[in-house]
């Protein structure tokens, strides 16, 4: 049972346009949620976080969006970048709990 | 600030065969997370510590595998008796946990290992 859902394995994206990356979970305990950046051979880089008590956080480039009753967040990239073509992975975490749930990923193509 | 550093970074191994990854925190981290990524998966958890106590362990992690952290400080996971199946990345990640701040972790670059 996937409690955090990436629908879609990728996604292709002009250089300059937003790249929008979805995430759905279905266990309401989550409450901290995060996106790693992933390249190959390399361990996941942490990009951004937002907490169930907000519903957006925003740095430079990178937005996070959260809709708790839909249980859905999203992570928008603008403008998107030729670098920024990487497996992205969304993350959870429940309150008290310390391990990381992790979707399946979202491998972005930032095309020039 | 050097980040998390883990050894080796590539392993190719016998079935049968033990093997012992090593994992560097950030310094000052109070916890320690081993993980597991296999092809087209994300990342899956396997054990933590704060500090020299091991809190958590995953169903993942059968009793073939074994973690220490003996200081507080780096970490060792250890598989004996290695699986084709065990072929994977590990991953090691660290956070500092507050009881103020959620926990974020920050990972290392990996240990990919294949188990012929």
């Known amino acids: 049972d996937q409690q955090v859902k990436q629908n879609s394995p990728s996604l292709s994206v002009q250089e300059g346009r937003i790249s929008i990356l979805n995430c759905d979970y279905t266990n309401s305990m989550f409450d901290y949620f995060l996106w790693y950046k992933k390249y190959p051979a390399e361990g996941p880089t942490f990009l951004i976080s937002i907490s169930s008590i907000k519903d957006k956080n925003e740095d430079g480039r990178f937005t996070v969006f959260l809709n708790k009753s839909a249980k859905h967040l999203s992570l928008h990239i603008v403008p998107s970048q030729p670098g920024d073509s990487a497996v992205y992975f969304c993350?959870?975490?429940?309150?008290?709990?310390?391990?990381?749930?992790f979707g399946k990923g979202t491998m972005l193509l930032v095309s020039p | 600030d050097t980040g998390v550093s883990q050894d080796p970074r590539h392993k190719i191994t016998k079935r049968g065969q033990n093997v012992t990854f090593r994992c560097d925190p950030i310094s000052e981290h109070n916890r320690l997370y081993w993980y597991r990524q296999t092809l087209g998966q994300g990342p899956e958890f396997l054990t933590y510590f704060q500090n020299e106590a091991q809190l958590e362990k995953s169903r993942l992690l059968s009793d073939r595998f074994s973690a220490e952290r003996p200081k507080g400080s780096f970490s060792t996971l250890e598989i004996q008796r290695t699986e084709q199946g065990d072929s994977a990345m590990y991953l090691c990640?660290?956070?500092?946990?507050?009881?103020?701040?959620?926990?974020?972790?920050?990972f290392g670059p990996g240990t990919r290992l294949t188990v012929l």
């Open positions: 990640a660290s956070s500092s946990r507050t009881s103020r701040t959620p926990d974020t972790q920050y």
């Open positions: 993350a959870a975490s429940a309150q008290g709990y310390s391990t990381l749930t």
